[in-house]
């Protein structure tokens, strides 16, 4: 019975539109983000009612309708305005999905025949870069300045040893010349001790002659 019921109200929708522009304008969006789409009208359709619905736009495929005309109804996520001076309709979905993408219709409901506008929304993903967290930043730091200081480290190397080298070849000048010195005041010491032998010798020697 269900299924007769479904049937039935299929046919009838078949019966009661008429569908326009059957290739269908194609609005883009992203998921997470937002899409608006523009319907257009004859003339003489300012303040009938107008309505979305997704493909087969059967009566439960209404997503949402105008309440009257330059005025603001939102269901949801959707939401529909009616703009009278410029014969058009607009309705913005929110919150994109990636399940949103598919076929919907701009509908004008009236006597007879609705008159259906065929629509195409596509949603595409976002596509992200790899964002730099506070660790990675701390880590990448860390490492920047390990390297400085291991490149200092080796630069400043060779001039260490360099001094250390310069102050030790100083200090053994000095001891040299300290030791250098200490024998020839010996030597000198001694040089005079036997000057004074001598001379003594000599004195002697003349005094026991006289």
Same mark, same amino acid.
């Given at each position: 019975? &269900?299924t007769?019921?479904?049937?039935?109200?299929?046919f009838?929708?078949?019966?009661c539109v008429?569908i326009? #522009?059957?290739?269908?304008?194609?609005?883009?969006g992203?998921?997470?983000?937002?899409?608006?789409?523009?319907?257009?009208?004859?003339d003489g359709?300012?303040?009938?009612?107008?309505?979305?619905?997704?493909h087969?736009?059967?009566?439960?495929?209404?997503?949402i309708?105008?309440?009257?005309a330059? &005025?603001?109804?939102?269901?949801?996520r959707y939401?529909v305005l009616?703009?009278a001076?410029a014969?058009?309709?607009?309705v913005?979905?929110r #919150?994109?999905?990636?399940g949103?993408?598919?076929?919907?219709?701009?509908g004008?409901?009236?006597?007879?025949?609705?008159?259906l506008?065929k629509?195409?929304?596509?949603?595409?993903k976002?596509?992200?870069s790899?964002?730099?967290?506070?660790?990675?930043?701390?880590?990448t730091?860390?490492?920047h300045? +390990?390297?400085q200081?291991?490149?200092?480290?080796?630069?400043?190397?060779?001039?260490?040893?360099s001094t250390?080298?310069?102050?030790?070849?100083?200090?053994? +000048?000095?001891v040299?010349?300290v030791?250098?010195?200490?024998?020839?005041a010996? +030597?000198?010491?001694?040089l005079?001790?036997?000057?004074?032998?001598?001379?003594?010798?000599?004195?002697?020697?003349?005094?026991?002659? &006289?």
């Open positions: 019975m &269900k007769c019921l479904r049937i039935l109200s299929l009838q929708v078949l019966v008429e326009k #522009n059957q290739s269908g304008n194609v609005f883009t992203t998921e997470g983000g937002s899409v608006e789409i523009y319907c257009n009208y004859p359709y300012q303040y009938a009612y107008h309505y979305f619905c997704r087969p736009c059967g009566y439960s495929d209404v997503l309708k105008t309440e009257r330059d &005025k603001v109804t939102s269901k949801g939401s009616n703009t001076s014969r058009s309709f607009s913005t979905i #919150n994109l999905r990636s949103d993408s598919g076929v919907y219709y701009c004008i409901d009236q006597l007879g025949k609705d008159t506008s629509v195409v929304v596509t949603v595409k976002v596509h992200t790899p964002i730099m967290t506070p660790a990675s930043e701390s880590s730091q860390s490492d300045q +390990l390297t200081s291991t490149v200092t480290a080796i630069a400043t190397g060779p001039r260490l040893q250390s080298t310069t102050s030790v070849s100083a200090a053994e +000048l000095v040299f010349g030791q250098c010195g200490v024998v020839c010996l +030597l000198a010491a001694l005079l001790f036997h000057w004074r032998s001598s001379t003594t010798c000599t004195c002697s020697s003349a005094i026991c002659t &006289k």
